[in-house]
């Protein structure tokens, strides 16, 4: 048995959309260094539309997997659907993460919901 | 594949396997039966018992032995308590990096209303005589300090502690799981009055221990059940085991100096090379350390993560960061030696042994670089850092 599923090793270990958008619309920056997890989504959105995402983790392999995952699952969806992304879902498109690293999943819904709230403010 | 988690568990030596199966298919008898087979373990228990007292300097029936190093720390603890309690003196000194074995078995005493006080280790991991001499108070029962740390591997100056307990008649236990087999060790010239020990640690088998408690100190039962082990430790002995844990300690012991060169002499290599690593900072004394024994902190970084990906490489290792501990919290070990929260994170234990190879310790050191500054590469802590948003800290 390993830790991790294989969907969790494979966002591990081949992040999708890892780095940084100069110019983003929104930006978001949720956890603290303090317990072990930060992640700052970037988001560009086009007619209210994610066009692109990329994302910055210091974190565990469930955080950069959970980072990674949610990337993917907001990719080219229009905001409103962003917006309505939960924790679980990702944790359930991973193939389920353990209980204590559900926190992880948490962190990746609320690192959009900030960015989506900076995208608000900017607009 | 690159074991380099030594301080967790160790492999079997081939000779301690063989005695130990040797021990199974033969040797089934009961040591506490009549009949010859039963006293034909009986002998090999006995026997196992001379080997280990005189390799500490003790004698037989001063060794006890339990299911492994936390039960021995919390038999000598409890037995200490009891003793101290009947005179009146419920106060016990330790320190703050101790085993949890230690540390939960002293919370324990706290609610039973016995007094601790935690001493400080220092940003070096090095208990100071000085400070238990002055903590040392007229009820004071017992004073409890680890030969090594298990995280950071600072040896502890054990026979200063010892001696200041022997001028104060103070009883001294000392959890010394990481460094029998290790580092030279005589209970007597080190004025030890109790010691832990765990067989997995020097290539015995798990699930074995002992605890040496000096001539005159009643052990208090933490299983009751059997006159087993002098009547202090219930249960059927673990006859190949034990035997097993006698002669792997007997060959760790025998090879001790060559042992301590060769693995040192890596340690120091990794040692040099990984603090090359900009930002990075060892934690635990230079020289008081396990010769086995490297623990670093790379700010910015995460520990999990950095396992994962250095088990990708092959490479098996271990971390005080809180994810791999399940809690918020990082090692109470790294935050003892005043690690902050944010840097503790992000550490990094290798323990080596004598099957590392030289181009093991080059693989590790290219692949523990590699990882950390792939993982910086998307830390936005890092971005902070590297941008001057946020002060380095190490």
Redesign the interface.
């Known amino acids: 048995m390993a830790?991790y599923s294989e969907k969790v090793?494979d966002h591990?270990?081949h992040?999708r959309n890892?780095?940084?958008i100069e110019d983003a619309d929104g930006v978001g920056?949720v956890g603290n260094?303090?317990?072990?997890?930060?992640?700052?989504m970037y988001l560009k959105i086009d007619n209210d539309v994610i066009t692109d995402v990329k994302?910055?983790?210091?974190?565990?392999?469930s955080?950069?997997a959970s980072s990674s995952m949610a990337t993917e699952m907001i990719k080219g969806k229009p905001v409103s659907e962003a917006r309505e992304l939960t924790n679980k879902a990702v944790a359930e498109a991973l193939d389920g993460l353990p209980d204590?690293?559900m926190h992880c999943s948490v962190l990746a819904e609320e690192a959009i919901k900030s960015a989506l709230e900076d995208y608000e403010k900017k607009k | 594949m690159i074991y380099a988690d030594n301080a967790a568990t160790t492999k079997m030596s081939t000779a301690a396997i063989d005695k130990m199966v040797s021990l199974m298919r033969e040797q089934y008898g009961n040591p506490s039966s009549l009949y010859r087979l039963g006293q034909s373990a009986k002998e090999v228990l006995e026997e196992a018992r001379e080997k280990v007292a005189g390799i500490i300097g003790a004698e037989p029936r001063e060794i006890t032995f339990t299911s492994g190093g936390s039960e021995a720390d919390n038999q000598a603890i409890i037995t200490a308590a009891k003793i101290g309690e009947a005179k009146g003196k419920k106060h016990i000194i330790s320190s703050a990096f101790e085993h949890h074995a230690v540390l939960h078995t002293l919370k324990k005493l706290e609610k039973e209303g016995f007094e601790i006080t935690l001493l400080d280790v220092h940003e070096d991991g090095l208990v100071r005589p000085e400070e238990v001499e002055q903590a040392i108070r007229e009820d004071t029962a017992l004073v409890t300090i680890m030969f090594a740390n298990n995280e950071i591997g600072t040896i502890q100056p054990i026979r200063e502690i010892g001696a200041i307990c022997r001028k104060k008649q103070v009883l001294f236990h000392t959890d010394a799981v990481q460094a029998i087999g290790h580092l030279p060790i005589n209970v007597v010239e080190d004025n030890i009055d109790m010691l832990s020990a765990s067989s997995h640690k020097f290539h015995g088998p798990k699930g074995v221990g002992f605890l040496y408690a000096k001539k005159g100190i009643r052990l208090v039962n933490l299983i009751e059940g059997g006159a087993q082990e002098r009547g202090k430790r219930a249960g059927t002995e673990n006859v190949p085991g034990i035997a097993a844990m006698a002669v792997a300690l007997e060959e760790a012991v025998a090879n001790l100096d060559n042992y301590t060169k060769n693995v040192q002499a890596k340690r120091d290599r990794l040692i040099e090379k990984i603090s090359e690593i900009p930002h990075s900072a060892l934690n635990g004394d230079r020289e008081h350390r396990l010769p086995s024994n490297v623990n670093f902190c790379f700010e910015g970084i995460e520990g999990e993560s950095l396992l994962l990906l250095l088990d990708e490489k092959g490479i098996q290792a271990s971390s005080g960061s809180a994810c791999t501990s399940g809690s918020l919290d990082p090692s109470h070990v790294l935050l003892a030696i005043g690690r902050v929260h944010d840097v503790a994170h992000g550490s990094l234990r290798l323990s080596i042994s004598e099957e590392t190879t030289d181009e093991d310790v080059e693989t590790i050191i290219k692949s523990v670089k590699e990882v950390v500054e792939y993982l910086r590469g998307f830390s936005p802590i890092w971005r902070d850092l590297v941008s001057g948003k946020k002060a380095f800290i190490l």
């Open positions: 830790l090793m591990f270990l992040p890892v780095g940084v920056e260094a303090k317990c072990g997890d930060i992640m700052k994302f910055e983790t210091f974190g565990c392999g955080a950069i204590y690293k």
